[in-house]
């Protein structure tokens, strides 16, 4: 049974259709990477799953369960926990507590207490990262801790799905490295991710399954290497032109509606 | 957030926690002994009838502040309509009390149950807005509650209710003291659990308190209820204590300004800030507005003391206490930066 099964998605903000009747599962243990170009319709995705946007029509099921329309809080204590491209953390609070307000909110196996939410905020620090300096004010933290502080407290809610959203961007090649080998370890705990990236190398590098979205569609889905080669995905990417100079036998062109780049 | 409290009490208890307690004690005592017997022995302060009305009206005003607090400070909800609870709960004892001849205890215990439900059932619509629009719609909510009251005649309409006049300095002074206290611990209370940190959340990032599963409009109300019940207390005692009350002295949108200016102070945010402010405030205001002619400079210095806190203590009077000096010029950049972040 799949862990989370999305059919027929849709989303339109004014004249804009964000997402058209995406359509893919997730099974447990998968690490399943969705990329896209700019508009795409990626972080619509993760707002209509995590509950902080309603979706105009389809279904989202977790454990065989809809949990379309669902309230964001209700669905982060079912097991989803999500980090933002753009960091939310509570500024005025350190790490440890920015941390552990997950365990004290969020768990589906049972909510922390403050103090013993503290004390479970300390070995997820350890794992991300950021164990030096699980006692600094937010406000001192570089933009690459603040990724991983999202990270920290998505995970101390013990979520069975971890959804990231653009957590490599903008960190140089060691940190990426890091933030691969911190998803790995998340990954071998037991915890099904779905991760939005635009940094190809982490596709490969530790997605199980990649899914391409464009204009608010699902391009292709399949094995990582493949996808990232499919002719059609250099076309969303780098147009049309492009793709035939690489490829010679070109691919049946994909039909975008319209200008959904806005 | 537990870090900051942490930082708080360790000058705290050094300097200011023995004077603290002392003067609590004679406030508290002080007054047993009777106006009379404080009189004959000459005591400062509390033996003064007029003293003893600011001293009330400051507990009254730290009820007020800190229950502005806990919807304002703690859940970043700045309301401009808490006066309407104020004045729903002295309304509330100002007809049980004098149409229908309610004993003033009985009526006293209903004040912030019509208070905190009026709050429920505007809260839950209001608290879907958020910053400016939040304020000015409860600006209006606390003018028209106001304009209502005047114009319903069972109210009293724009004459006013009036009460039987019940003649205790002491029953009034030790009402507001305990509101006071209450309002002072159930702040300490909601910091103390999984509810006040879920307000914290709120305040700081409402988004991601919701995917961390913090059920936000449920809180949200919650807090302005709680707020609305302690604010309702207070003007129940305040019917009684005043025997008179109207639009004018019970809806004053002025009221609601100053809850604010003192738990901005103070320290917004912070379980003492409000009490530091309430007292400060009010006492400055006694003080400046004492002078006869001189009333108009009250309002000017008053004016010029909250521009120069909000620039350069923006986290309240009760930061003083913290670990490093205040005094310092770091201390200052460090603020301007935190502020402008």
Known sequence: MSLLAVRDLSKRFGGVKALAGVTFTVEPGQVLGIIGPNGAGKTTLLNCISGLTRPDAGDIRWDDRSITGMPAYRIARLGIGRTFQIVRPFPSMTVRENTAMGGLFGRPDGRLQPAAALKAADEVIDLVGLGEKRHH???????????????????????????????????????????????????????????????????????????VLNFGRTLIEGPPAEVLNDPRVIEAYLGERYARRQQPPPAPPSKGDGNAQA | MIAREERVPRSLRRFAVPIGIALLAYVILVPLTSTDTAQQAGLPLLADKLWFRIATTVAMFVVMASAWNIIG??????????????????????????????????????????????????????????????????LGIGVAVGELVNNLGPLGASTGLFLPIVRSDLLFFYLM???????????????????????????ENEEAAKIIGVNTNLYKVAAFCIAAA????????????????????????????????????????TVLGPVAGAISLELIIQTLAGGGSKAVYSQIGLGVLLAVCVIFIPRGVIDFFGGQSRLSLQYLRQTLRETSA
């Open chain 2, 73 to 138: 400070g703690l859940t970043g909800y700045a309301s401009f309509g808490n006066v309407a609870f104020f004045g729903l709960g002295a309304y509330t004892v100002g007809v049980l009390v004098s149409s229908r001849g309610w004993p003033f205890p009985l009526a006293l215990i209903l004040a912030p149950v019509t208070a905190s439900l009026f709050a429920l059932i505007v809260g839950i619509p209001l608290l879907r807005l958020r910053g400016h629009y939040f304020a000015v719609a409860t």
């Open chain 1, 137 to 211: 004010a937010v406000l001192r933290l570089t933009v690459p801790d603040r990724k991983r502080l999202e990270v920290a407290r998505a995970l101390a809610m013990h979520p069975r799905l971890l959804l990231l959203d653009e957590v490599m961007a903008g960190l140089n090649q060691v940190e990426v490295e890091q933030a691969l080998t911190m998803v790995r370890r998340v990954q071998e705990g037991g915890v099904t991710i779905v991760l939005i990236e635009h940094v190809m190398s982490v596709i490969v590098g530790v997605c199980t399954h990649a899914l």
């Open chain 2, 230 to 269: 302690l604010t309702g207390l207070a003007g129940g005692i305040f019917a009684q204590w005043n025997s008179f009350i109207n639009q004018e002295n019970v809806f004053a949108i002025s009221d609601n300004v100053q809850m604010i200016l003192m738990a901005v102070v103070g320290g917004a945010g």
């Open chain 2, 177 to 203: 003291l305990v509101a006071a206290a209450v309002a002072v611990l159930s702040t300490w209370l909601i910091l103390r659990t999984r509810f006040g940190y879920g307000l914290l959340a709120i305040r």
